[in-house]
């Protein structure tokens, strides 16, 4: 009379038992944000000690995508790239950044929605974040700027902490490769698919919107940028046109960064 309860009591612990395993399985994600401490200080101590700190910026792109459009492209591939590299995690994205003067407004300042901080202020919380992953074990802190107006900055910051770090083995870098396969290099494989230059633009041209429909098209106003007139600096596109943008043109300009930005990574810290 007694089995039929024990099979039920035991067929329980059993479950019981292999969902507190599944709950103890360490989360399989590159996102710093999801892991806890003694996560993190177990997958560095294995050897993850690659960090990549993404770094967007809030502003506008035209009518025709939203401002979040550098935050939510840099996180994305930055969370290809760190997959693609197997020994790197990759920080909460940096989304405040040098964007012109507020008083008074210039650059995208001059459109709503755009935040913009000092470029004292952008560098000094670059070079505590790289501080900060140094002391905790990460030997390489990798700086992805999706946005060009910084990378001056940028490398200013990585100079300052490899001098900082001589003889430590932390070690900052700015791979040319992620900006240059993104602007120049994208633009030349869109040259080849028979987009001409005075579509492809340098900021929320056709180049801009089909990187953003490859990665998240909800953030984009296609219909409105493929039926309405065609838009110059004064709407805040500079020197493209939008209309024949498409999600997989963006691909092409994303495998390419990710491909170009993983190889150059893999040289860069061969060895460390």
Avoid: C
């Amino acid at each position: 009379m007694m089995r039929h309860p024990l099979r039920q009591a035991f067929a329980l612990a059993i479950l019981l038992i292999a969902a507190q395993a599944s709950f103890a399985q360490t989360p399989k994600t590159v996102q710093l944000q999801d892991l806890t401490w003694t996560e993190l200080r177990d997958q560095i101590q294995a050897g993850k000690t690659t960090i990549i700190i993404p770094i967007g910026g809030t502003e506008q792109s035209g009518p025709g995508i939203a401002v979040g459009k550098h935050n939510v492209r840099v996180t994305v591939l930055s969370q290809r790239i760190a997959e693609g590299l197997g020994n790197a995690l990759v920080a909460p994205t940096i989304a405040y950044v040098p964007e012109g003067g507020y008083a008074p407004p210039t650059s995208h300042m001059r459109f709503p929605g755009t935040i913009t901080i000092p470029d004292s202020v952008f560098e000094q919380m670059l070079e505590s974040a790289a501080n900060s992953f140094a002391v905790h074990g990460f030997r390489n802190i990798v700086f992805l700027g999706d946005h060009g107006g910084y990378q001056k900055e940028l490398q200013r910051v990585v100079t300052h902490l490899n001098k900082t770090w001589a003889g430590s083995t932390a070690r900052a870098f700015v791979p040319p490769e992620y900006y240059e396969a993104s602007s120049d290099g994208y633009a030349q494989i869109l040259r080849q698919h028979g987009i001409r230059d005075d579509e492809i633009g340098t900021h929320a041209g056709l180049a801009d919107t089909s990187l953003q429909l490859a990665v998240a098209p909800q953030m984009v106003r296609l219909d409105r940028l493929r039926n309405g007139p065609q838009l110059g600096p004064a709407d805040g596109v500079y020197g493209g046109d939008p209309r024949r943008s498409s999600a997989e043109l963006g691909q092409l300009g994303i495998n390419a960064i990710v491909s170009r930005t993983v190889d150059a990574l893999r040289k860069d810290t061969a060895g460390r």
